[in-house]
């Protein structure tokens, strides 16, 4: 399972006012008439997001590149950026003691 869908199937599915579309496959090789589509939709690049209203028209143009992209609402991206963020987060330095403890009390 990729993990755009594991993800997918952790996160309750809500109705959003807007849609965060992902390009996930590479664009060459596609129809004329997808790459068309995915130029409408501003998506240029594999892994780059683009957020579009929820409207019939883009619900179309999504249904006609589905195969290409990953479609989120507003609360799984929020909820997948914020568990990237954590995944990045500066952690508490490991300290290491080479010195035995035994040589630093006799040398007291």
């Not at 892994?47 to 990953?70: A, E, F, S």
Request: one cysteine or more; hydrophobic letters at 40%.
């Amino acid at each position: 399972m990729s993990a755009f869908n594991k993800f997918k199937a952790s996160v309750p599915i809500a109705w959003s006012p807007n849609l965060y579309v992902t390009l996930v496959r590479g664009i060459p090789g596609t129809r004329r008439l997808h790459r068309r589509t995915l130029e409408a939709l501003r998506l240029r690049k594999c892994n780059r997001t683009v957020m579009r209203w929820n409207t019939p028209t883009v619900r179309g143009m999504l249904q006609q590149v589905k195969r290409l992209i990953v479609v989120e609402t507003e609360e799984m991206y929020k909820a997948r950026k914020e568990n990237e963020a954590n995944h990045r987060a500066l952690r508490p330095p490991i300290v290491v003691s080479h010195f035995p403890a035994s040589a630093t009390d006799s040398s007291k």
